[in-house]
């Protein structure tokens, strides 16, 4: 057992919790309570009712979650709102959520651990969102062909739009949705994007501007940061975890 505060604080710090503003509704940090104390650790990518009952009926009770709660903003405590939070409080489980910290981390987010599997090493922060970057940019040695076979390997879902190089020379990584990185990759010297997805309008400024754009899905992409932070806490205070899994196809 271990204090529930105890593991708020120390995600709070490993994540730079403080150090981002993040999009209106994503209220990092924890966001439900429980009695105090956990016993099992849990990661899920998106808060709902499924994730939280699949999490309480396998003994979860401290659950990290990439997208939380409050994205809708004020609603009232009714329908499937309330089952939301009744199935938390019925089970004692509580819910950490760290979006952007987590996409950004130079170590366990989402980005920087795309760029590992395919065996690059990121160097440069990208994509600036209030005076934090998000997204990292690695060089690469790789054609083009080959990362393709690469994410086919480790993704269900690949949509490549392959109007650049076919030998690229840098690589950004967006996990999620990529829509804000495409504008910016000209003038940051990239030539290929990996991302999770995109608007059917980035299809022709790729051919227009010679990029390659590489879809994942926005829910594969961002498996990666809860995973290695619920892992990480798992290792540190000697207590179980798992992944809850919803088989999100997009």
């Known amino acids: 057992m271990v204090l529930l505060q105890t593991l708020v604080d120390y995600c709070d710090k490993r994540t730079r919790r403080s150090a981002f503003k993040d999009f209106p509704g994503a ?10 104390r956990v016993t099992r650790i849990g990661a899920a990518v998106d808060a709902g009712l499924v994730p939280f009952e699949t999490a309480v009926a396998r003994g979860v009770d401290f659950l990290v979650v990439h997208h939380g709660l409050f994205w809708g903003g004020v609603q009232p405590l009714t329908g499937p709102v309330y089952g939301r939070f009744s199935a938390l409080v019925r089970g004692n489980c509580a819910v950490y959520s760290s979006h952007l910290p987590l996409d950004a981390h130079e170590e366990i987010g989402n980005n920087v651990l795309l760029a590992r599997q395919l065996g690059l090493k ?3 922060p990208f994509l600036p969102h209030e005076h934090e970057c998000i997204g990292w940019i690695a060089p690469n040695k790789y054609k083009r062909s080959q990362l393709c076979a690469r994410l086919e390997e480790l993704y269900p879902r690949v949509v490549s739009i392959e109007c650049g190089p076919t030998v690229p020379k840098q690589v950004a990584f967006c996990s999620g949705s990529g829509n ?6 000209l003038a940051a010297g990239v030539d290929t994007l990996i991302t999770g997805e995109l608007r059917e309008e980035w299809f022709n400024y790729a051919q227009e501007h010679k990029l390659n754009l590489i879809c994942c899905g926005h829910y594969a992409t961002e498996m990666h940061g809860v995973k290695a932070l619920a892992a990480e806490l798992a290792k540190k205070f000697r207590l ?11």
């Open 180 to 185: 804000s990185a495409v504008p910016q990759l």
């Open 27 to 36: 209220h990092n940090g924890l966001q439900v309570a429980n009695d105090g």
């Open 122 to 124: 990121p160097r440069r």
């Open 240 to 250: 179980p975890w798992e992944f809850i899994e919803t088989e999100n196809p997009l």
